[in-house]
């Protein structure tokens, strides 16, 4: 098919839910995508963040080849090797006790929500449901989590939401212990809000915030789907930020392209959901878990890492180096970058990165938001900055 064909097609048959450029992909190779015509693209989105080790990773499609050969899928009711392969690397990676398997990032955060609230329902019963999230996060779709989301514009339509649900400003402490009262059970946050900007909340707010979780006996809820999994430079960022969460919330990368979510528990919170309170019929399934297994046999090593840290380090100094007073920032951790420009300009501007062949995202309002595949090369990422500083220096 055409690109018209498809397009003709797709207006016929599918919901139009999504914004979509007018490009339709057809293949990708390291950190490179071809469209339906031919013309090629530095691809500075891995898909929101999920494709960590690029298009074409030998040892992640191996890996599924020979599984899928094995055991695609079977229930839940049964025990299987791949799955207890990720959940063990998760956990000794990390210092957390136990994971539970979904298959998207707003499913995740529906697991973390559930597990706080039965926490706190086991111990002091009814009447402390209440969980506080930042203004500007966003924790996913589902009508519980756009309700989590601190962002007026997710809470439209689809009423009844899910009930509570408070708001703090983020690095504002003052603004938390506001919110919290005697129904809260649980704080949740990205450590880098994604969608909302590209904006790394201040060490000191993060550690006050679990200061106060600790003396209220709250649960730290950490919304990792976006920076977890090597995004920004470590295997979880709150290792960065030296905190103790009780639950971790993960998906995008976890499976480098396919369909896999996670929450991993601390020892404080590890028993709460047991046989009957909490079930998905694909989580954890072989195929998947297969791929994630890979994903992570390359995404822990301190090498792999590292070079994140550094490539992001790389990306952040040459953007800066434009000097293009289009330019009015440059901000994130790892490869989860922003910059900031004028919010009347980013459109156009990113409309011409992308007809010069590099795919970019957008976050906030006035932010270009670069995910790409933490497996990118110094090669492509040179090419991609010649477009964008051919863009910006215009
Ligand atoms: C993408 C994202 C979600 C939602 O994930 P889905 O897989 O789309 O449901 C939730 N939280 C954060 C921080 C995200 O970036």
């Not at 293949?27 to 963040?49: F, M, N």
């Not at 989301?149 to 408070?166: M, R, V």
């Not at 330019?327 to 922003?338: D, E, W």
Request: proline share 3%.
């Amino acid at each position: 098919m055409t690109y018209h064909e498809m397009k003709e097609q797709e207006n016929r048959y599918v919901m139009n839910t999504y914004g979509r450029f007018d490009i339709a992909l057809d293949h990708g190779r390291g950190a490179q995508l071809w469209d339906v015509e031919g013309k090629r693209y530095i691809d500075l989105t891995s898909g929101i963040g999920v494709c960590c080790l690029g298009y074409d990773n030998d040892k992640m499609i191996d890996a599924m080849t020979q599984q899928a050969h094995k055991l695609i899928h079977v229930s839940n009711l049964f025990t299987t090797e791949p799955m207890i392969q990720v959940a063990k690397t998760l956990c000794t990676q990390t210092g957390m006790s136990k994971v539970f398997f979904s298959n998207s990032g707003a499913e995740s955060n529906e697991g973390m929500i559930k597990l706080a609230r039965k926490y706190s329902f086991d111990k002091y019963g009814e009447g402390r449901a209440q969980i506080v999230t930042l203004y500007n996060s966003f924790h996913g779709r589902t009508v519980t989590t756009l309700k989590a989301t601190g962002q007026e514009k997710f809470h439209q339509y689809f009423f009844p939401f899910t009930e509570g649900f408070a708001y703090a400003n983020a690095n504002d402490i003052a603004s938390v212990k506001a919110a919290v009262n005697e129904h809260t059970c649980a704080i949740m946050m990205e450590l880098i809000q994604g969608e909302g900007g590209v904006l790394p909340l201040d060490p000191d707010f993060v550690r006050q915030v679990e200061a106060l979780c600790r003396e209220k006996d709250l649960l730290l809820l950490i919304d990792e789907v976006q920076t977890g999994i090597g995004r920004t430079g470590s295997l979880f960022c709150f290792q960065q930020y030296g905190i103790k969460p009780d639950a971790v919330s993960m998906a995008k990368g976890l499976g480098g392209g396919v369909p896999i979510g996670a929450i991993m528990a601390a020892d404080t919170c590890d028993t709460v959901l047991g046989p009957g309170t909490h079930a998905t019929t694909f989580g954890g399934t072989p195929l998947i878990c297969a791929a994630a297994n890979a994903v992570l046999a390359e995404v822990t090593n301190p090498e792999f890492l590292a070079s994140v840290t550094q490539k992001g380090e790389y990306l952040k100094e040459k953007i800066l180096g434009f000097g293009s007073d289009k330019v009015k920032g440059v901000r994130g951790m790892g490869l989860m970058i922003g910059i900031a420009v004028d919010a009347k300009e980013r459109a156009a501007l990113v409309k011409e990165i992308m007809d010069a062949g590099v795919l970019v995202l957008t976050a906030g309002t006035n932010v270009i938001r670069l995910l790409p595949p933490l497996s990118i090369s110094y090669e492509e990422m040179d090419e991609a900055l010649a477009v964008m500083q051919k863009v910006f220096c215009k």
